[in-house]
């Protein structure tokens, strides 16, 4: 069974610009969710997906948005983008009853 | 908010010695993860807790939640390099998982 995919693993971008990411979760299951992780602020829940809707929510910028589409794949997009968006972007994905979430490698976004 | 501490905060030891991390938290939560994290990649999930006072073990590694499912610690018994990695704990409640601050642990051959 392959385990949680994200692309790009690696990207940078420039102050200002927009940037998506992909996550393609564990067949069968239908929750993904997102974090940022930084070393200062350790993992922080940006969002959660479930059948296409957005279930939770973290406490973020309108900058950060995500979408799931009807095969359970993920995207989250980030707008005008700062410094200090640089970060390792996770997603993770669990059953829907499931207590058990899975990782992606992340997408290391640098910001420059 | 973070809703979960993690101690100590970071952990340099022998190869051979034994250590126990905290994961604490004053709200109650319905299950308890640990994760180990390695640098650039994602974390892997070691176990999952569920019954308050719940132990589990995973070869040299014991995990205990807490009777109050409010706290929980990963013992390791005699350490080795291959166990070096960044130990996270997560709580879950109301279907959102929140990560404690992390332990970084380096085990010295």
């Known amino acids: 069974k392959a385990g949680v995919t994200q692309t790009p693993r690696y990207l940078i971008k420039t102050r200002g610009q927009q940037v998506t990411l992909s996550c393609s979760p564990i067949?069968?299951?239908?929750?993904v969710s997102w974090y940022q992780q930084t070393p200062g602020q350790g993992l922080q829940f940006l969002f959660e997906?479930?059948?296409?809707?957005?279930?939770n929510k973290g406490n973020f910028p309108g900058r950060f948005s995500g979408r799931q589409f009807s095969n359970s794949r993920s995207e989250m997009n980030v707008s005008t983008l700062e410094l200090g968006d640089s970060a390792l972007y996770l997603c993770?994905?669990?059953?829907?009853?499931?207590?058990?979430?899975?990782f992606g490698q992340g997408t290391r976004l640098t910001v420059v | 908010t973070q809703l979960l501490e993690q101690s100590p905060q970071f952990l340099s030891i022998q190869e051979g010695e034994n250590l126990t991390v905290y994961c604490n938290s004053s709200?109650?939560?319905?299950?308890l993860q640990w994760y180990r994290q390695e640098p650039g990649e994602g974390p892997v999930l070691l176990v999952t807790?569920?019954?308050?006072?719940e132990v589990k073990k995973l070869k040299r590694l014991t995990f205990q939640f807490g009777d109050a499912r409010k706290d929980s610690s990963l013992h390791i018994t005699a350490a080795q390099p291959g166990d070096t990695g960044l130990y996270l704990c997560?709580?879950?409640?109301?279907?959102?998982?929140?990560f404690g601050t992390g332990t970084s642990l380096t085990v010295i051959p």
């Open positions: 993770a994905s669990k059953q829907g009853a499931s207590t058990e979430a899975f």
């Open positions: 067949s069968g299951h239908r929750s």
């Open positions: 997906y479930f059948s296409e809707t957005q279930r």
């Open positions: 709200s109650v939560f319905s299950s």
């Open positions: 807790v569920v019954t308050g006072g």
């Open positions: 997560a709580g879950e409640a109301g279907n959102q998982f929140y």
